[in-house]
């Protein structure tokens, strides 16, 4: 079995949930695509990093993100910065021909992205985004079976991924609530539903955006109350290209809400509907289903999903429940088995850069409120 070296840059939750997908790929799948071997661990704070390798068997901790990409024992370099960082990870990746996974967004601004997507050129590499919700095990079905034709043409749609973790005013500004980090639910959330629907549905063609601060200001690091720039919440009008409209949702102010990503896609022949919090199980309606007599067949139906992915994942069955984690696992299972067999992969690296200038086309639409119409081709 070949062996993969595997270098992390950045250690928050990320990094520790990447580090799960590595760590657990030999029990979910069997065979293992590779062999991981965790050599080096890097944070801005080096008692993170430390404490890491201590945990988690890496064999080197460092601060420096360089000292990470320029090993040779290193193969993939997998980045979980906060955004704004992205960039200069991904440039130095790229110089060293590593290859690469980045979480998501792939950078801060379309700014950053547009200096990736010029690198890119003649990189070699295995170039991977960790957008784990396409791997949700109900928007994989559901994927597969909108291309059987289940729908037929899309006639509406709506989406959304909901938090509460900003309702409370008394809550301290982190990165993800600064607009200079590349924070805002813009970037934070609506990257992911946004991505899942393109994958489902189909591209965009234009968005019509608004968005919303709840608090003016919040308490900063000292304490002291700061300006709020970046957005707890955004509603996105969709067209597809066909016509078909839709709403898009992300907010960190939904009360209630834990980790919630919602889908509904209406069609002439059918409609879907899953919800995150509930990933066991895909819902499926079908005009095809008799509604005589009496009703007939005819109305909303559970597919177990489950634990129902295709071999050689589904460890450790397809009756047990699944949670968050598998997602991550399964979307990295996706990456290295790429590496392994040296292959393109989706979603990559091109297809981040794709996803940064649909959140750009957003953040644009909301600042002015009018429809802005997405290009078929990634701008360069």
């Not at 657990?24 to 069997?30: A, C, E, H, K, S």
């Not at 037929?152 to 409370?168: K, N």
């Not at 968050?324 to 040296?342: D, G, I, T």
């Not at 850069?353 to 009018?370: F, M």
Request: hydrophobic letters at 40%.
């Amino acid at each position: 079995m070949r062996e993969i070296g595997v270098g992390i840059v950045g250690f928050g939750l990320m990094g520790r949930v990447h580090t799960y997908g590595y760590r657990t790929l030999p029990f979910f799948f069997d065979p293992a695509p590779a062999r991981i071997r965790l050599v080096a661990v890097c944070d801005v704070r080096r008692e993170v990093a430390e404490k890491a390798r201590d945990e988690f068997g890496f064999e080197l901790a460092t601060s420096d993100a360089q000292a990470v990409i320029s090993r040779d024992d290193i193969q993939v370099v997998d980045i979980c910065t906060p955004n704004h960082f992205h960039k200069d990870s991904l440039l130095a990746a790229i110089r060293a021909g590593k290859h690469i996974n980045c979480d998501k967004p792939i950078t801060g601004s379309w700014a950053d992205a547009q200096k990736v997507q010029r690198a890119l050129k003649g990189y070699a590499g295995i170039g991977h985004m960790e957008l784990n919700s396409r791997f949700i095990l109900p928007a994989l079905r559901a994927a597969q079976l909108i291309q059987e034709g289940f729908l037929g043409q899309v006639t509406q749609f709506r989406a959304g991924y909901f938090h509460a973790g900003s309702v409370d005013p008394k809550k301290p500004i982190g990165w993800k609530q600064e607009a200079a980090a590349g924070g805002g639910v813009i970037n934070d959330l609506a990257s992911h539903v946004l991505d899942v629907m393109e994958c489902l549905i189909g591209p965009l063609a234009e968005v019509r955006a608004e968005s919303q601060i709840l608090y003016p200001e919040r308490p900063g690091a000292s304490g002291t109350l700061v300006r709020v720039e970046a957005e707890d919440a955004v509603t996105i009008q969709v067209r597809l290209r066909d016509g078909a409209m839709g709403v898009i949702e992300a907010s960190k102010i939904a009360t209630g809400s834990n980790d919630e990503i919602r889908v509904e896609i209406h069609g002439q022949r059918g409609a879907l509907r899953f919800n995150s919090m509930d990933p066991n199980y895909l819902e499926v309606y079908s005009v095809s289903d008799p509604e005589e007599p009496l009703g007939g067949l005819r109305g909303w139906r559970r597919v177990d999903t489950v634990n129902r992915f295709a071999k050689p994942g589904g460890w450790p069955g397809p009756k047990f429940s699944i949670g968050f984690l598998r997602s991550h696992v399964q979307c990295l299972h996706n990456f290295v088995s790429a590496v392994v067999e040296e292959r393109k992969v989706r979603p990559s690296l091109e297809d981040g850069i794709r996803l940064q200038y649909l959140l750009e086309t957003v953040r644009e639409s909301a600042a002015d409120g009018s429809w802005h119409k997405i290009a078929k081709r990634t701008p360069c």
